[in-house]
């Protein structure tokens, strides 16, 4: 329930505060007083579309906030998944920034403003006139018999299997979709795979060609380097192993008269035998250079045939051609298992639409009997509200699998004797819908825990004694969930356990909107001044008295 409503720099209001109590809170005022306003700043923490237009100084920012007790709304849920701190008294605000800019916080924790109408719907109804316009729809129907059977367990039950339902249909739409696709250019890719599976590629093959071809290419102006290398090396007179051998030798005679030279002469010696080793690889390698050109010329052929390949299908190696096989051979496997595989979904997809049917029929009939009970239960609050002749029923049209299961519903209603049950919105007038809507949400707020109702002039067209019956029936509803009702009516008024009144005032540079809390003889006097307008009289004080002593023996 709401607790506190803070409102700065909105439209008329320059600051206001209001505290909320427990049941019946009554709001009244003069037409143009700020009624509305004060609805429309609360509409902005309920998540609506912000206006600078509404700000009353364009150079301030626009702050709503609301005091709300959540202890009995078990929400820790909700705040534990959105990281948003949990109390008990749960502070909500919205702030709109001269340039336009809105921020919404709960608990002082920056939130989006889908996640702020999230949890703002859990705790206020806003009801308007335009509400009322709910009651033909065959969605709102369906969520009232839903709240009613209580079905929040079973709904979200089949709403996961549903959802898994859709997905498994989804794949295979998009598995037939890839099938028929696949189909049309199965030829091609046939062919492609055939190419490239007639290369019979390796990796690295390519570098290693390319290597080759080198190798291949230049055999002759390699077998002159080699051949001089190994002259200089060992084969020429006074090659270089020929100079070491002699210089070893002439060391060796020196070494007992200088050790350092026998060191030295051991450096002489490990060079001598890498550089033979050299001249034996540079003779390995001579002896395996052979000029071959028909071999470079099969080596050029694979090769071309490799670069064909590659510019064809927009790559740079052969690894990225063998994956672009592996690519095509998955995608001809789908097209091979394809019947297979659609098999297999659909088998899966009927055995969840059976036990989708099995959920869907058992919310059905569940929100049966919940109808038998909800007609019982309106009937008499209708008549309370002289709607003597009522007659009511509910349709039930089995219809495809959706989000809510198999039913569709529609609310039938007689207002005459003889008359046949026709829909709402081909039978009733506004002031019937109204009426009608108040009897709705009166019996759910006997069996659901709803979230504070704040009425809007719903009570417009009623007057007398059925003014009166409309506010005791929000006085019932109030002895079980917060109330607040904007009203005209002084019977309306008169059911207030608190009695607020909005007035203005022009000040020296604007008019400014203010709301004041009555005391009991300022709610009789407020009360009094509905019955009779600005001219209150002893007469209309003691019928102010009188209409609010029966609300308070009701």
């Given at each position: 329930?709401?607790?506190?409503?803070?409102?700065?720099?909105?439209?008329?209001?320059?600051?206001?505060?209001?505290?909320?109590?427990?049941?019946?809170?009554?709001?009244?005022?003069?037409?143009?007083?700020?009624?509305?306003?004060?609805?429309?700043?609360?509409?902005?923490?309920?998540?609506?579309?912000?206006?600078?237009?509404?700000?009353?100084?364009?150079?301030?920012?626009?702050?709503?906030?609301?005091?709300?007790?959540?202890?009995?709304?078990?929400?820790?849920?909700?705040?534990?998944?959105?990281?948003?701190?949990?109390?008990?008294?749960?502070?909500?605000?919205?702030?709109?920034?001269?340039?336009?800019?809105?921020?919404?916080?709960?608990n002082d924790t920056p939130v989006s403003l889908a996640l702020l109408r999230e949890l703002a719907t859990r705790l206020v109804d806003i009801h308007s006139q335009h509400s009322n316009m709910l009651l033909s729809d065959s969605r709102f129907q369906l969520y009232v018999l839903d709240e009613i059977a209580n079905n929040s367990s079973l709904l979200s039950a089949y709403q996961k299997?549903?959802?898994?339902?859709?997905?498994?249909?989804?794949?295979?739409?998009?598995?037939?979709?890839?099938?028929?696709?696949?189909?049309?250019?199965?030829?091609?890719?046939?062919?492609?795979?055939?190419?490239?599976?007639?290369?019979?590629?390796?990796?690295?093959?390519?570098?290693?060609?390319?290597?080759?071809?080198?190798?291949?290419?230049?055999?002759?102006?390699?077998?002159?380097?080699?051949?001089?290398?190994?002259?200089?090396?060992?084969?020429?007179?006074?090659?270089?192993?020929?100079?070491?051998?002699?210089?070893?030798?002439?060391?060796?005679?020196?070494?007992?008269?200088?050790?350092?030279?026998?060191?030295?002469?051991?450096?002489?010696?490990?060079?001598?035998?890498?550089?033979k080793d050299v001249s034996q690889s540079l003779f390995a390698i001579d002896e395996d250079l052979v000029d071959d050109p028909q071999r470079l010329e099969s080596v050029e052929s694979r090769l071309n045939d490799i670069f064909t390949l590659e510019r064809k299908h927009h790559v740079s190696s052969v690894n990225e051609l063998i994956e672009i096989q592996h690519q095509l051979e998955?995608?001809?496997?789908?097209?091979?298992?394809?019947?297979?595989?659609?098999?297999?979904?659909?088998?899966?997809?009927?055995?969840?639409?059976?036990?989708?049917?099995?959920?869907?029929?058992?919310?059905?009939?569940?929100?049966?009997?919940?109808?038998?009970?909800?007609?019982?239960?309106?009937?008499?609050?209708?008549?309370?509200?002289?709607?003597?002749?009522?007659?009511?029923?509910?349709?039930?049209?089995?219809?495809?699998?959706?989000?809510?299961?198999?039913?569709?519903?529609?609310?039938?209603?007689?207002?005459?004797?003889?008359?046949?049950?026709?829909?709402?919105?081909?039978?009733?007038?506004?002031?019937?819908?109204?009426?009608?809507m108040l009897c709705v949400k009166s019996v759910l707020a006997q069996s659901v825990n709803l979230p504070t109702i704040i009425f809007d002039e719903v009570d417009t067209g009623v007057s007398g004694d059925m003014a009166s019956r409309v506010g005791a029936m929000m006085g019932d509803m109030s002895s079980r969930i917060q109330v607040i009702s904007i009203t005209h009516l002084p019977?309306?008024?008169?059911?207030?356990?608190?009695?607020?009144?909005?007035?203005?005032?022009?000040?020296?540079?604007?008019?400014?909107?203010?709301?004041?809390?009555?005391?009991?003889?300022?709610?009789?006097?407020?009360?009094?001044?509905?019955?009779?307008?600005?001219?209150?009289?002893?007469?209309?004080?003691?019928?102010?008295?009188?209409?609010?002593?029966?609300?308070?023996?009701?």
């Amino acid at each position: 329930m709401i607790r506190t409503l803070h409102i700065s720099n909105y439209a008329l209001i320059d600051e206001l505060e209001i505290e909320f109590g427990d049941g019946l809170s009554i709001i009244t005022g003069e037409t143009g007083a700020g009624k509305s306003i004060m609805l429309g700043a609360l509409s902005l923490i309920l998540g609506d579309r912000a206006d600078t237009k509404t700000m009353r100084d364009k150079d301030q920012k626009t702050v709503v906030e609301a005091t709300f007790d959540i202890s009995s709304y078990h929400l820790n849920s909700f705040f534990a998944e959105n990281d948003i701190d949990f109390d008990n008294d749960c502070i909500i605000r919205r702030e709109i920034t001269p340039s336009g800019r809105s921020r919404a916080f709960i608990n002082d924790t920056p939130v989006s403003l889908a996640l702020l109408r999230e949890l703002a719907t859990r705790l206020v109804d806003i009801h308007s006139q335009h509400s009322n316009m709910l009651l033909s729809d065959s969605r709102f129907q369906l969520y009232v018999l839903d709240e009613i059977a209580n079905n929040s367990s079973l709904l979200s039950a089949y709403q996961k299997e549903y959802q898994e339902y859709r997905q498994l249909q989804n794949r295979l739409v998009q598995l037939r979709q890839g099938y028929e696709k696949a189909k049309t250019e199965e030829d091609y890719l046939r062919f492609q795979l055939r190419q490239l599976a007639e290369m019979n590629l390796t990796e690295g093959e390519d570098e290693e060609l390319e290597m080759l071809q080198n190798k291949l290419s230049n055999v002759q102006e390699l077998k002159e380097a080699i051949s001089t290398g190994e002259m200089v090396l060992n084969s020429a007179e006074g090659s270089v192993l020929d100079q070491l051998r002699l210089v070893e030798q002439r060391l060796e005679t020196c070494e007992d008269k200088l050790n350092e030279l026998s060191g030295l002469n051991a450096r002489i010696k490990a060079a001598a035998i890498e550089l033979k080793d050299v001249s034996q690889s540079l003779f390995a390698i001579d002896e395996d250079l052979v000029d071959d050109p028909q071999r470079l010329e099969s080596v050029e052929s694979r090769l071309n045939d490799i670069f064909t390949l590659e510019r064809k299908h927009h790559v740079s190696s052969v690894n990225e051609l063998i994956e672009i096989q592996h690519q095509l051979e998955s995608q001809l496997e789908v097209i091979d298992n394809s019947d297979e595989s659609i098999h297999r979904l659909e088998s899966e997809i009927d055995e969840k639409h059976e036990l989708l049917m099995g959920h869907a029929r058992n919310l059905s009939q569940h929100r049966k009997k919940a109808a038998n009970q909800f007609v019982k239960q309106l009937l008499p609050l209708a008549d309370t509200l002289g709607m003597h002749h009522l007659q009511f029923g509910i349709r039930f049209v089995e219809s495809e699998l959706g989000t809510k299961g198999i039913d569709s519903v529609e609310f039938c209603f007689a207002f005459n004797r003889n008359q046949p049950l026709m829909p709402v919105k081909d039978t009733a007038s506004g002031g019937e819908i109204s009426r009608l809507m108040l009897c709705v949400k009166s019996v759910l707020a006997q069996s659901v825990n709803l979230p504070t109702i704040i009425f809007d002039e719903v009570d417009t067209g009623v007057s007398g004694d059925m003014a009166s019956r409309v506010g005791a029936m929000m006085g019932d509803m109030s002895s079980r969930i917060q109330v607040i009702s904007i009203t005209h009516l002084p019977q309306v008024a008169a059911y207030a356990r608190t009695h607020y009144k909005v007035y203005k005032t022009d000040e020296a540079h604007a008019t400014v909107t203010h709301v004041v809390l009555l005391d009991e003889n300022e709610h009789i006097h407020e009360v009094a001044r509905m019955l009779s307008g600005k001219d209150v009289h002893q007469a209309a004080i003691e019928n102010a008295k009188t209409l609010i002593s029966q609300a308070n023996d009701r």
